[in-house]
């Protein structure tokens, strides 16, 4: 909805147990969400966004597994889906999620903790080429600046 909120469902034939009136959303069917909605398909169409997340989701996963090798005791595995991208550190490592995730917020890159071992990337359907590099750019930086604290 780009900022609207908007509700919609969908399901398969095979798990399609409900009948009209048994399952609202506030937002949906409403004339104003539903405009915003659409606007936001076609820019996605049309703008190829998608091509973007997964062409960058890819270049996340890469660079990441390559930190992987370079702090095999620190980084040991990287997952993701799209553009959403984790970072497992060892559970044998001292540092932990949260340390990660101040210090590249302090360096200028918002991420999230999924639990005391998981540095979450969730970055915005336009993220750049440019902007994955610096990004993994300054996760080596704090590794390595934890590493070595």
């Not at 996340?60 to 090798?69: C, G, K, P, V």
């Not at 001292?94 to 979450?120: C, D, F, Q, W």
Request: with cysteine.
């Amino acid at each position: 909805g780009g900022g609207i909120p908007i509700g919609a469902m969908l399901c398969k034939d095979f798990c399609n147990v409900f009948t009209p009136g048994d399952h609202a959303s506030t937002y949906g069917g409403n004339p104003l969400a539903c405009a915003a909605g659409l606007a936001v398909a076609k820019a996605i169409e049309e703008e190829k966004l998608l091509d973007n997340v997964i062409a960058r989701g890819k270049q996340f996963r890469e660079l990441a597994n390559r930190l992987s090798i370079k702090y095999p005791d620190v980084i040991t595995g990287v997952r993701g889906w799209g553009l959403l991208t984790g970072v497992q550190l060892s559970e044998s490592s001292p540092i932990t999620a949260s340390e990660v995730t101040a210090g590249l917020m302090s360096a200028g890159v918002l991420v999230v903790p999924a639990g005391p071992k998981v540095v979450r990337f969730i970055p915005p359907l336009i993220v750049t080429e440019d902007e994955v590099n610096q990004a993994m750019n300054k996760l080596d930086s704090v590794i390595n600046s934890l590493i070595n604290k």
